[in-house]
């Protein structure tokens, strides 16, 4: 049966509008926690945050654990989950993707008592509808840490460059969960504007791109380079490397995210640093940043937003995105290096009027999923215009009338879609994105 998903948009005030892009804080982790992987997946018919693996508040080695949690988006609720099931202790710097309603667990490193750090090669797979994991995956050919992760056509996981043991790696290790086995990618050129380690980044479509990090060097400065990959649709694994030098790609530990179909960056530092917070460089705690970057394939350009209308963040490792214009972050080092159990979700307002909020009024969205049709119902006999976007941004379809108001979802294909609504002299303004798990 197709199934299709609404987001709908309200006419409500909000929180936090900052040329059209906004974020609200969500419900607090159990604990504070750093350098954690970050994803999201479903379980059952409800969208979930996933965390694994960190550092506690104490910034030290013996902080650094296996611990994982989860958040139901619906309801706001984190729960403890089973710890990674890594023999070799708690680890930082992983990364986590979700492939098919799997997630996976990937690299990071361990601390020893004496300071010394030892690169992961594992793989740890995780089934959330159970709850449960599931044995490791073949191991990673190369074990890496601090590296950029992303998946591909939700079918194969891309682990780029990073660090692996003594030092950054141009490797591009791809990992297929169907079949369990590694292959090699086409190694990102071997210098150090692209061999880094503390970048992020994401796949859109069939193009790579990611940004900031720490290259080699005398205490490992923050590069200013962007990257992209093309990746060969025909051939995976065959992947052409470009990038150029921009002031606006400095960033290290970023939370890298998908904007209407545009990469999108938030948080961060300017200044690279241990993972206690502290400068490689010698001059004492980092500071997180509020601000954000935004590449335009478009024109090929790349801009840095430094904007104390977000929230300052850094340390992150990953995102938990629901869709195309939203993603959510989960802990990392606030203002003076504190550790962190704040949850934020960024909506980006590429759909938004810039004009004053009108009254809020309730609306009801069902069924969702849907099938055929929707129906959209609310109290007043006001008329409403309706919009319809695809997941990218597209506006698909339009449509007037008053409560309740039928809209046909039988010609489009499976996915998630927005409704954007708008009354007589109203603007419509993006407070929350609501979901809604309703079964057919």
Not at 198 to 210: C, F, L, R, T
Not at 331 to 357: C, I, K
Not at 376 to 391: H, K, P, Y
Request: aromatic share 12%; proline share 6%.
């Amino acid at each position: 049966m197709k199934t299709i998903m609404f987001l709908l948009i309200l006419l409500c005030s909000g929180p936090c509008i900052a040329q059209g892009q906004l974020f609200e804080e969500l419900p607090s982790m159990p604990e504070a926690v750093t350098n954690n992987a970050v994803t999201g997946a479903m379980s059952g018919d409800t969208f979930c945050v996933y965390s694994f693996c960190g550092l506690d508040f104490t910034k030290i080695w013996s902080g650094i654990h296996l611990k994982a949690w989860r958040m139901n988006t619906v309801t706001g609720e984190w729960s403890s989950l089973p710890s990674v099931p890594d023999p070799a202790g708690g680890k930082i710097a992983a990364a986590a993707s979700t492939v098919k309603n799997r997630i996976y667990v990937i690299g990071g490193y361990h601390v020893a008592q004496n300071g010394s750090e030892t690169s992961s090669n594992k793989v740890h797979r995780f089934d959330p509808q159970t709850n449960a994991w599931l044995s490791d995956g073949a191991p990673l050919p190369k074990a890496i840490d601090d590296h950029v992760q992303a998946v591909w056509r939700d079918s194969l996981i891309y682990v780029i460059t990073g660090w692996s043991n003594t030092g950054n790696a141009p490797d591009v290790q791809i990992y297929n969960p169907s079949t369990d086995t590694w292959m090699a990618g086409t190694a990102v050129p071997n210098n150090v504007s692209y061999k880094v380690f503390g970048a992020s980044g994401v796949i859109i479509n069939d193009k790579i791109y990611y940004c900031g990090g720490a290259a080699a060097g005398i205490n490992f400065p923050a590069s200013s380079f962007f990257r992209t990959g093309q990746i060969n649709p025909d051939n995976p694994a065959d992947i052409t490397w470009s990038g150029f030098n921009s002031a606006a790609a400095k960033g290290y530990r970023m939370a890298a995210g998908i904007k209407f179909g545009g990469p999108v960056w938030v948080g961060g530092s300017d200044v690279t640093y241990n993972y206690n917070g502290i400068a490689y460089d010698g001059t004492g705690g980092v500071a997180a940043l509020s601000r954000r970057k935004q590449y335009f394939p478009v024109n090929n350009s790349l801009t840095n937003e430094d904007t104390l209308a977000l929230p300052p963040v850094m340390d992150l490792r990953g995102t938990a995105q629901p869709d195309y214009g939203y993603f959510i972050t989960a802990g990392g080092m606030g203002p003076g290096q504190q550790v962190s159990n704040r949850v934020f979700a960024y909506t980006w307002g590429a759909l938004l009027d810039n004009h004053e909020p009108a009254t809020d009024i309730q609306y009801e969205i069902y069924p969702n999923p849907a099938s055929d049709q929707v129906i959209l119902s609310w109290e007043n006999s006001r008329a409403v215009t309706v919009r319809l976007f695809d997941a990218l941004g597209r506006e698909i379809a339009v449509k007037s009338g008053e409560s309740p108001l039928l809209i046909d979802t039988g010609q489009l294909p499976d996915g998630m879609y927005w409704l954007q609504i708008k009354g007589p002299g109203q603007e419509v303004v993006m407070r929350k994105v609501i979901y809604s798990y309703r079964r057919l």
